[in-house]
DNA sequence: GATGAATGAGATTTCATTCAT
DNA sequence: TATGAATGAAATCTCATTCAT
């Protein structure tokens, strides 16, 4: 045995899982979970299907993995970059909103809403992990720096939780639009108006009024 | 022969259907569409498999059917509605929210729009009807509100269509809540809470201020 | 109760088995047997589905009386025309080849054959029936005439019953061809020329040559 | 591991498909295409009904892949016959005719004519294919060789296409009749004695008579 | 007698999963 | 470890037959 080549082997075989999450996510996203065939999962990952339960143990445990790997980096890098910010509420609250639409509205994780929505009711376990491990940590995040903003006088008093709800709401809108009908409006969605009157009308309300 | 007795072989042409839309609108919108069996949606509806078929030419056929029935009625309803309302736009807004909770939040339609959005990519057909059927017309109801506002110097000047947008969307988040993770939240969502902040932060970033 | 009304309805329900058996016979014979479906025999022959019932115990039945009621009247007024016919063994044999063609080949009996042959497998009962009251009835009135052909010295010597099967097999040949063939060709099949060349042959062949 | 064993499970990709057309062959011969269940099919072919599905795309396919896979073959063997056949026309039609009756009245390959006869109308394609690629050039084999003896001298003047056609409509015959009557009759037919009737006819009756 | 809504057995077909190679 | 041929459970859909009206 070569040494190289047993190193690349040894990469390769690393790297595997991932690309077969990579084009699950894909297949998962544009066709959801069950008019998905793993045969063309295998295919798109560049294996054979037997190969994939080398790696899950079903189906269901991929769709797991595939929640599980794309969500949690994006939240975690939202989270510390939330924790060394240095400036408004405001403005930060304005960043996380069109830092959400960038790194999820307008790349391929697009999808992944409209997909856990279909399948929460088929796989209460990610539910369940999606509610813990994202729904909670990104609400906690957001109503946090809500939470500041008022008591450094930037807003008005009020329920944090359910403002961060108010902020997010029009996000999930947006990406689920995308999705799912996009393909028929006769006059386009400009996102970029959406979310100004969004946040507009947000901060407008929000916004501690001077007397 | 006793007419009330369960009788297995019944011929009751004209409410069929209507059992059968109502029974499979249950199990779509619990299970989702691909994991609804057929055997299931006839066995709730009191029916044989081979009776669906004598009012259904298919399964897509039923759920198309069922997505028409039971949307377009409310639609209408709301119409009719505010087109006989007399009164200022923020408190039809106002009514329309609160209405829409009670007909659809609070009601078994509450699964619809996760339904339609979760198959509007298996579906097109049925994604192209809601969305000119329902959308559009949803989105031109409380459009054509938010512009008399403005109109009647109740509201500042903005985009009539973005600002329906923005009403909604907590409206769909909600229900898209209740269907996927009320079951696991720790914290109640109360959605008179929410409503209220959502409104509240609405109205607030919409008025016309006073200079 | 009037009477004319009644008497009608007395015909009416007379008719009824033979307008089922026909609408059953044109179907069964463009499509077969199992292609066949018993809501079309009834529609087209304007009862509902339940009344083929009262007259046919299913849809084997049905099938065989069709064959029963359309072959049988046939062959007897062939055996009748035999029995009276007055000239020579060619002749006649002449004129039947042509008359069978006639009657079967360019009536809707044409497609009968081809039914029989194909479902010959499939119902035991109707094989043996046509066996016992069509193939031997039809072949003895044939091989009564080659016989008796050859006893007035008109034929040459041979066994009379196979003589018999070679004058009938290019008759089914050709009804066959009709049926599953003729829509494809692109030289067209010409019945005349093929009737003349095989009695041409036929006679040549059988004819006693004069030393 | 004993390899001779039997097991359930074998690889054995490029024996499949000639293992599955041969028991389909045999099903749809003995009852036709629509009373031949694929259950069966597979169960004869000693595989699962999975199986099928790797290797046709649906029943009719396989239909399609037995007529082509069993005719073609012995079609062509016979073509080289011929093209190399040095003798009489009279001799090579005789050999023919003996020689078709062996390799397809004597073999499984006897129920095809029936088959396809059967399954014409509700195969269009296939009946064209067998149409092109069977009648065609059968028909013109034989037209060849008659039309070569006319040219020799050997055989009188006839048109040789409808000639070919009169000496294969017994050979049809005997083989429907063996598929369909045969278990019926009484005295039993005699191929040889009728093949000989038949040759002797033709050959009586389309040779040059000497003046 | 006549109807046609209702039934349900049974057919074809799909695809997640297994396992000999 | 990797493959992909093979499996078989389970789904949709059809249609001969039944039976309340």
Redesign the pocket.
Known sequence: MNKTVSQR?QR??AE?PGEIINAALDLFVEKGY??????EV?RKA??????????FD???ALFKAVVRETVLPELERAENFVRDYQGSASELLNHMVYKWWQTVGETKLCGLPKLIIAEAGNFPEIARFYYDEVIVRARKLLADICRSGMAQGEFRSCHPDYAARTLISPLVFAAIWKTSFKQFEQVPFDINIFLEHHLDLFFNGIRKTEV
């Open positions: 082997w390769r075989k595997r069950a008019a998905t065939r793993l045969e295998a560049g294996v054979s299907k037997g190969t994939l339960y080398l790696y079903n189906k269901a």
